[in-house]
């Protein structure tokens, strides 16, 4: 079936540190998008890419960065510049006017 | 202004009751958009998409109005299990903030 995939679900960070959140998705879907998600709030834009080896910045990519290599794939790092990073990260992709499909989401925490 | 707003909420209603949620827009060239559901902690999932001449599917109606720049979500004889938070979205990848109902013995 086709879908996609995050990884790991829950994911602990240590100050400093720098971590990566695997997304892969196998729709064949041209758009993927980051979004972070904090407690009783809705989703913000972290980075979005439309195209293999092209990305923007989303409202709130500080901190962040990302990479497209290739169609499948949509890494995330969350790096030690981000102060406050534990949220819940969620993955999505794409086809216009289809709406967005996402993953399962990765919760963070920092320690 | 943020490109969708929704109503704040929380909407707590008896079962079998009808509510209505707005999504406000401030893009007027937006063509798509979108209601998803979203259940506590986890991911949101596609409710419905709405189109100019509105969409409906069984308890649910999604209406588009260009002219107030709005879109709507009715949902009829709530159930139980229609507790969650419902958010929308346009085609510019911002989602509103969401509007959670709690569906009541």
């Known amino acids: 079936d086709g879908g996609i995939t995050q990884s790991p679900k829950y994911l602990f960070r240590k100050e400093g540190q720098n971590v990566t959140l695997s997304c892969e998705q196998n729709?064949?879907?041209?758009?993927m998008y980051w979004y972070r998600q904090d407690p009783g709030q809705g989703l913000r834009l972290i980075y979005y890419?439309?195209?293999?080896?092209?990305?923007q910045k989303g409202d709130i990519a500080e901190g962040y960065s990302v990479s497209r290599e290739k169609k499948e794939s949509f890494p995330l790092t969350v790096t030690s510049a981000q102060k406050n990073p534990t949220a819940f990260y969620l993955c999505?992709?794409?086809?216009?006017?289809?709406?967005?499909?996402f993953g399962s989401g990765t919760r963070l925490t920092v320690v | 202004r943020k490109e969708v707003e929704q109503d704040p909420g929380p909407f707590n209603v008896p079962e079998g009751a009808t509510v209505a949620f707005n999504c406000t827009y401030s893009n007027s060239a937006s063509q798509s958009f979108f209601w998803y559901r979203q259940d506590c902690r986890k991911e949101p999932k596609l409710l419905m998409s709405?189109?100019?001449s509105g969409n409906e599917d069984g308890r649910f109606t999604a209406q588009l109005n260009r002219a107030s720049q709005y879109i709507s979500l009715l949902i009829r004889d709530s159930k139980l299990s229609d507790s969650a938070t419902y958010l929308c979205?346009?085609?510019?990848?911002?989602f509103g903030a969401g509007t959670r109902l709690t569906v009541k013995p």
């Open positions: 709405v189109y100019s």
């Open positions: 890419s439309q195209i293999v080896n092209d990305f």
């Open positions: 979205v346009g085609e510019h990848m911002r």
């Open positions: 729709l064949n879907h041209d758009a």
């Open positions: 999505a992709s794409s086809m216009p006017n289809y709406g967005y499909t």
